[in-house]
């Protein structure tokens, strides 16, 4: 390792017997998670290539990062803060992918070679979907590296491994929801995308959640690490259950943070073009590229999916239930957090 590219945590392997009954479950991972740090933050194994390139990764002053717990309302964020910090460029917006106005700094750890290998021979009949393949594929610092400022960055790293003079050189939109409509909502995901291949059941996805056992957690960590952040001038805090409440009103948080005015008109029209219907059919937002590439599951639900907060209760049993509450209840004892919707 280079000696500016060191990286302060320790990364250790899942035990083996645990890994073994993981990998029966997530079939797209073949090799193996590692735990970091502290706070023990789950990932696939290729995380340990690519952890020092991102903790120390050039920050400009221009970047723009939309970050969250994965499911959180991540790509309804992206597209509403690239608007607002572009004034309203909907002819760009729907020629070029959010895929590609974003680069999703790690996804590249989610991709096992042996399934890179799978999709560069599936699509190997086209230059144009071999040349997708690659840039999906990249990993995102190296993407980064290339790309011109202002540049817009997508990540579900929590800001602990991300680097450390990140929020005071560059701006940061971090959204949160609700764990019980993430867990469903990522659980769908799982099934979805065959980077993951989950092929267990929703009880069993929700053990491995609250756990800690699953990409991205602990949960909790996470969102907390970003909510102490919340008052710092270059972060934005926002809840999917506020934006779903009332999105004008985040429409304008998000414009006062980017120093933007907009007509009511205006915001009202960003509002239709950022309603859950639009999305689905909007292919430069609804991930098409991922159905273009093979990488979906055909017959699971899609990417852009229910758009609602509160259905769990249909995935939730008493027990669960009840395991949530105490759950949410024991995380949040140490801190002022609090979801804007849930009587604490
Ligand atoms: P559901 O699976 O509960 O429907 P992320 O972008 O972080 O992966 O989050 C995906 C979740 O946000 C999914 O939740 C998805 O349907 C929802 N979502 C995406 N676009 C949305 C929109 N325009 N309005 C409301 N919810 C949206």
Redesign the pocket.
């Not at 840039?135 to 610092?141: D, E, L, Y």
């Not at 971090?174 to 409509?181: E, N, Q, S, T």
């Given at each position: 390792m280079e000696p500016d590219n060191q990286f302060p945590l320790e990364i250790e392997d899942v035990e083996p017997g645990l890994t073994k009954k993981l990998l029966e479950y997530f079939t797209g991972e073949m090799t193996g998670f590692v735990r970091v740090g502290p706070k023990k933050y789950f990932f696939p194994q290729k995380y340990k290539q690519e952890a020092a390139n991102i903790y120390n990764m050039p920050i400009r002053p221009t970047d723009v990062f939309v970050t969250?717990y994965?499911?959180?309302?991540?790509?309804?964020?992206?597209?509403l803060v690239w608007m607002v910090a572009n004034d309203l460029d909907y002819e760009k917006s729907s020629s070029i992918p959010l895929t590609e106005r974003y680069p999703f700094l790690e996804f590249s750890i989610c991709v096992h070679p042996e399934n890179k290998k799978k999709f560069i021979e599936e699509n190997s009949d086209s230059k144009d979907k071999l040349e997708l393949l690659e840039m999906v594929c990249q990993p995102g610092t190296e993407q980064l590296a290339n790309t011109p400022s202002p540049r817009f960055i997508k990540s579900h790293m929590p800001l602990s491994l991300l680097p450390p003079s990140l929020l005071d050189t560059a701006k940061m939109v971090y959204?949160a929801?609700d764990p019980r409509?993430v867990v469903?909502?990522f659980y769908?995901?799982n099934r979805l995308m065959r980077t993951q291949g989950y092929v267990g059941d929703f009880k069993t996805f929700w053990d491995f959640f609250r756990k800690g056992l699953h990409h991205w957690t602990p949960f909790f960590e996470h969102l907390k690490e970003a909510w102490e952040k919340r008052d710092h001038p270059n972060m934005l805090f926002l809840f999917?259950e506020e934006?779903?409440r009332d999105l004008p009103a985040s429409v304008r948080r998000v414009a006062k943070f980017f120093d933007k005015q907009f007509t009511d008109d205006q915001i009202d029209l960003l509002c239709k073009h950022?309603?859950?219907d639009?999305?689905k059919n909007n292919k430069s937002?609804n991930y098409d590229v991922m159905k273009v590439l093979g990488i979906l599951v055909p017959g699971e639900?899609s990417?852009?999916?229910?758009?609602?907060a509160g259905?769990w209760r249909d995935y939730f049993d008493d027990e669960m239930t009840q395991q949530a509450e105490k759950w949410i209840e024991d995380n949040l004892r140490d801190t002022d957090l609090r979801f804007p919707h849930m009587q604490h």
């Amino acid at each position: 390792m280079e000696p500016d590219n060191q990286f302060p945590l320790e990364i250790e392997d899942v035990e083996p017997g645990l890994t073994k009954k993981l990998l029966e479950y997530f079939t797209g991972e073949m090799t193996g998670f590692v735990r970091v740090g502290p706070k023990k933050y789950f990932f696939p194994q290729k995380y340990k290539q690519e952890a020092a390139n991102i903790y120390n990764m050039p920050i400009r002053p221009t970047d723009v990062f939309v970050t969250s717990y994965p499911r959180s309302g991540t790509t309804w964020t992206q597209e509403l803060v690239w608007m607002v910090a572009n004034d309203l460029d909907y002819e760009k917006s729907s020629s070029i992918p959010l895929t590609e106005r974003y680069p999703f700094l790690e996804f590249s750890i989610c991709v096992h070679p042996e399934n890179k290998k799978k999709f560069i021979e599936e699509n190997s009949d086209s230059k144009d979907k071999l040349e997708l393949l690659e840039m999906v594929c990249q990993p995102g610092t190296e993407q980064l590296a290339n790309t011109p400022s202002p540049r817009f960055i997508k990540s579900h790293m929590p800001l602990s491994l991300l680097p450390p003079s990140l929020l005071d050189t560059a701006k940061m939109v971090y959204v949160a929801r609700d764990p019980r409509d993430v867990v469903v909502s990522f659980y769908h995901l799982n099934r979805l995308m065959r980077t993951q291949g989950y092929v267990g059941d929703f009880k069993t996805f929700w053990d491995f959640f609250r756990k800690g056992l699953h990409h991205w957690t602990p949960f909790f960590e996470h969102l907390k690490e970003a909510w102490e952040k919340r008052d710092h001038p270059n972060m934005l805090f926002l809840f999917y259950e506020e934006l779903s409440r009332d999105l004008p009103a985040s429409v304008r948080r998000v414009a006062k943070f980017f120093d933007k005015q907009f007509t009511d008109d205006q915001i009202d029209l960003l509002c239709k073009h950022l309603s859950i219907d639009n999305f689905k059919n909007n292919k430069s937002v609804n991930y098409d590229v991922m159905k273009v590439l093979g990488i979906l599951v055909p017959g699971e639900q899609s990417f852009i999916r229910k758009g609602k907060a509160g259905g769990w209760r249909d995935y939730f049993d008493d027990e669960m239930t009840q395991q949530a509450e105490k759950w949410i209840e024991d995380n949040l004892r140490d801190t002022d957090l609090r979801f804007p919707h849930m009587q604490h």
